[in-house]
């Protein structure tokens, strides 16, 4: 196992992290799901972070990072990439400390997000084709203005942020023995990786990417971070790169990386839905979507992470449908 | 102004509710709706009760009720009639009481009541015509079984625990002005009308029923309970009759009902969806459907409970696809 990085937060980090963001995030429900825990034949928890103020977990880490800010770095206004929530949470933190924001976001970001967005009294850049072109734009951007750049995901108080969602869970499901987590860039999986290790070491962290935003995945497989293509995908909030730094932080506390298929997701999405009454986007579903097609088979309690909730009337319309003329 | 009945809850009653009920019932969020405030010119906040463990609010009438009764009432097992949301609440608070229960439900109760009822390990009695051949089924099958027939609204202890909404509306939003309540039989407005009246008698307390579910409206135009269809509707959980003893209650306490089309119906759950991120059934968004037609314009700060959540996808889909052609 490689030691994780110098700068990975520790336990009392995250713990602190906990007290900072408590004003602007909800200790969210953790539910037994009555048809995934029949389909594994273990209890399954959903850890419904769907239902954030901005719905979804992003506005953990945002709100940990922005809090973090001096007087000084919040003057000339932040800037951020995002492949759509992250923004938003940065959106609401940035709000809640009195400055501005500029969000660069690839074109595959959802219309609900960047409404929100805008709701919140950010600025979009538009346009990039992917995450990563968003996040070289951002990143010129920031340094051109003096500005303080949020990463979405390779910064400590970030992951810091991101990871008292396994502080919660221990509390809720203190007989967990799987956690199951998407993954985008990783700092997700890595900060629930991290507490897991280090309190509960006999949960297996298992990262769940779809075969179309696969590039934690196969930097797993290569040993290093590869370049991977992004093709359109129902998980729009996993899409983009992740780099080496959190590539060696997750690689030292998770057990398993699975991909899925766009049509598991799908599945997830109407299972969530018709089943558990609740409406999460794509890249919230991943994990179950690992439980429903098998590609994962918790022997204990499993928690699933169910990331986010936001989702366009466009691409949920057509999924319910299919379920409903089957 | 009508006097209340003398078993109608006080005060006291929803405070005792509260702490009762506490196990089993969470504290929702109350989010204030950009896309509602800009609408209306004041800021409108939504009372998230389809986020219940059940999706719907019922389960604070139904847990006082059902932690109320001795051992010997809960043996036999419970009964109960409801248009879905109340028998699912029952469910889940008869399973913590460790009792059974018969639920008999009218053919209008959506299917993921039906099976959420079922997963919770009740009974169903199904096929009645309306929500009143139900209730009338009911009561005869529990006197049959000396069993306890849980109303849905005519009882002070189930109205008590509605009313803990109230208590939690005026903590979360001190300015409150308005409360929008959907109504069904009339229990949740009973209960919030009463404690509005006696802690916050400024708040306007506003009622909103579907041109098709109309039986409160009409008790109030009347001055008195008279019958009235209930052909299909969208708000399937606001179908059924009220009686004398809760039209009294409710005619005490409330300002002003007021009716919507069931296309005002239609629009709220797709502006809920796209615009707050919220999936809402049909009874749970006529109140937003009453501030979005105009047919309530409040001048300060509003208060709408979204009622419930439990939608199908056959329901939902058409509405959802119908928005996204527009």
Redesign the interface.
């Known amino acids: 196992m490689i030691p994780t990085s110098d700068d990975s937060p520790t336990l009392a980090d995250v713990r602190s992290a906990r007290v900072r963001i408590a004003d602007l995030v909800?200790r969210t429900?953790v539910?037994r799901s009555?048809v995934l825990s029949g389909k594994v034949g273990a209890d399954v928890h959903l850890k419904l972070e769907c239902?954030q103020?901005t719905?979804s977990f992003k506005v953990r880490g945002a709100t940990n990072f922005v809090t973090s800010l001096s007087a000084a770095q919040l003057a000339p206004g932040l800037v951020t990439a995002s492949a759509g929530n992250h923004g938003l949470a940065v959106a609401l933190a940035a709000r809640a400390a009195g400055t501005s924001l500029t969000v660069f976001l690839p074109s595959s970001a959802p219309r609900?997000k960047r409404?929100?967005i805008r709701?919140l009294g950010a600025r979009i850049e538009d346009g990039f084709a992917t995450y990563d072109d968003a996040e070289t734009g951002a990143m010129a951007f920031a340094e051109a203005q003096h500005a303080v750049f949020v990463h979405a995901f390779a910064d400590p108080r970030v992951i810091a942020g991101q990871a008292t969602v396994a502080l919660e869970v221990l509390e809720d499901v203190p007989d967990v023995r799987s956690i199951i987590v998407p993954v985008g860039g990783g700092g997700l999986i890595s900060g629930i990786g991290r507490v897991m290790k280090a309190v509960a070491p006999a949960v297996r962290v298992i990262g769940v990417q779809s075969t179309m935003t696969r590039a934690m995945h196969a930097a797993f497989a290569a040993g290093r971070v590869v370049d991977v293509p992004v093709p359109p995908t129902l998980a729009d909030g996993l899409a983009g790169r992740t780099d080496d730094a959190t590539f060696q932080r997750a690689r030292s506390v998770v057990d398993e990386m699975v991909l899925v298929e766009e049509s598991d997701i799908a599945e997830a999405i109407?299972t969530l839905?018709?089943?558990d009454?609740v409406?999460a986007e794509g890249s919230g579903a991943v994990g179950v979507a690992a439980l429903l097609s098998g590609r994962v088979r918790p022997t204990g309690t499993a928690v699933v992470v169910v990331t986010g909730?936001?989702i366009?009337?466009?691409v949920?319309?057509?999924l319910?449908?299919a379920?409903?003329a089957s």
Do not use: C
Request: net charge positive; hydrophobic share 40%.
């Open positions: 909800r429900p539910e009555a239902w103020p719905r609900v409404e929100r709701q109407r839905f018709a089943h009454v409406t909730g936001n366009d009337a466009t949920l319309a057509p319910l449908a379920s409903t």
